[in-house]
């Protein structure tokens, strides 16, 4: 199998803190992971690409003091939302991309719903 | 740039039917890969099917199929038998280069009726 897990599901904050949600491949080896955000019956839309053991590249538009990533090993990713806002509120992806063998393919979180209050 | 698209915005069909979901790509790139995937009302993103652009071979997955033209760079997905359980919102999405980063066509919504 190709599971990719997310915590929390869901989060609500108040404006002002931060929000960190996690990313973690279960059973296999990701050097590299993605993360998206999503809006209502929209497509998803690329924030930024991590690679372990460097910095995340972001998609031009994001900003990166914003939405802070750290890829620390080959299993685990993290999307830090510092000083979220209402505008912030969204529904957040993260996807791995699986080496070797079927590494063309991308296997994706269950979402993270964040509502900022 | 590469760019997905994908024309039908939703569709319905009904319960054992047959249904095909259209989606055509532009690209320079001469290997690559295709894919379709669908996200229930749950959001869970589900892969559907995938295609590797240098094998000629149609894939399969028991009842998504998928008919690659790659000359007019088309991709559809055809569900037989069409279930209660496929009603979903589905993704075509292209990838190539050494970032392997998706482009996403903007979903077909799917629902199966009863």
């Known amino acids: 199998g190709a599971v990719v897990s997310q915590h929390p599901s869901r989060v609500i904050c108040k404006s002002g803190t931060s929000v960190k949600i996690e990313c973690r491949s279960l059973d296999f080896q990701a050097t590299t992971m993605f993360w998206y955000r999503q809006f209502p019956k929209q497509s998803l839309m690329l924030m930024a690409t991590s690679n372990e053991g460097s910095k995340a590249t972001y998609e031009q538009g994001v900003e990166k003091d914003k939405f802070l990533i750290n890829h620390a090993s080959l299993t685990l990713s993290t999307l830090t939302v510092t000083s979220a806002h209402p505008e912030d509120s969204s529904f957040y992806i993260c996807?791995?991309?699986?080496?070797?063998?079927?590494?063309?393919?991308?296997?994706f979180g269950p979402g993270t719903r964040l509502l900022v209050l | 740039a590469q760019t997905v698209t994908q024309s039908q915005p939703e569709m319905s069909v009904q319960e054992a039917e047959t249904v095909t979901l259209s989606c055509t790509y532009d690209?320079?790139?001469?290997?690559?890969?295709l894919f379709w995937y669908k996200q229930p009302p749950s959001r869970q993103m589900i892969l559907v099917i995938r295609q590797e652009a240098y094998k000629q071979q149609n894939a399969t997955e028991n009842r998504f199929s998928v008919n690659f033209q790659k000359a007019a760079k088309s991709f559809s997905l055809k569900i037989s038998d069409s279930q209660l359980g496929d009603t979903a919102m589905y993704f075509c999405?292209?990838?190539?280069?050494?970032?392997?980063?998706?482009?996403w066509g903007l979903g077909t919504s799917l629902a199966v009726n009863p």
């Open positions: 996807s791995a991309r699986r080496s070797g063998g079927l590494g063309e393919t991308q296997y």
């Open positions: 690209t320079s790139e001469n290997n690559y890969y």
């Open positions: 999405a292209y990838s190539a280069g050494n970032n392997r980063k998706l482009i």
